[in-house]
Every structure is written in C-alpha cells, then in structure tokens.
C-alpha cells in the first residue's frame, strides 16, 4: 500500500466559521513542520455553508496514529471542537 488518504468532514455551528477557519489556519501548519509522515493536510470549504473537508494523506497508520496524539493535533483540535456542529465524519482510504 502506499500511504492512506483521509477525508475528513466537519460540520461548523452557524457564526462559528471565521473562528474555526482561524483555528485550522494554526492548525494545518503545525501538521506541516512537525509530522514527518504526513505529505498533505489542507481545508477547503465546501458549497454547503458551515460545511468543511480536510484532505489528508500519511505515509502508514503509524504517521496516522501520529497525527491523532500528537500536541499540536490535541491542543487546537480542543479549540476546534466549540466550533463544531457534531463529531467530524472521518472516511480513511488506502493507497494505490
């Protein structure tokens, strides 16, 4: 296999969309510089309001667990959560 992709879907509380968007924006770039096993990790809006998709690529379930517990993911996911309509709806898909 080579690596595992992953959608995420997160539901955001009407209001909550520039707070949540601020967030993330601290977020992706921690990902970036300190998860070695990760190549990709951006939001994109969707054409729902309040909706959201991250597009996230691992090089194995190692680099995912990684990414799961690792501080920065904890810290700002916590800061994510008052924004969120719901738990995220995560979909994980292997490599070809």
Same mark, same amino acid.
């Given at each position: 296999? =080579?690596?595992?992709?992953?959608?995420?879907?997160?539901?955001?509380?009407?209001g909550k969309e520039?707070?949540?968007?601020?967030?993330?924006?601290?977020?992706?770039?921690?990902?970036?510089?300190?998860?070695?096993?990760? =190549?990709?990790?951006?939001?994109?809006?969707?054409? #729902?309001?309040?909706?959201?998709?991250?597009? #996230?690529?691992?090089? @194995?379930?190692?680099?995912?667990?990684?990414?799961?517990? =690792?501080?920065?993911?904890?810290?700002?996911?916590?800061?994510? @959560?008052?924004?969120?309509?719901?738990?995220?709806?995560? #979909? =994980?898909?292997?490599?070809?």
């Open positions: 296999m =080579s690596g595992i992709g992953v959608i995420a879907t997160l539901r955001v509380q009407p520039a707070e949540f968007e601020g967030v993330f924006a601290e977020l992706a770039p921690a990902v970036r510089a300190n998860e070695p096993g990760n =190549s990709f990790y951006k939001l994109f809006r969707t054409a #729902e309001t309040g909706v959201y998709k991250v597009l #996230e690529c691992y090089d @194995d379930e190692a680099a995912v667990a990684a990414h799961r517990a =690792s501080d920065h993911f904890r810290t700002l996911g916590a800061k994510l @959560d008052p924004c969120l309509a719901g738990a995220p709806e995560i #979909e =994980s898909l292997p490599g070809v």
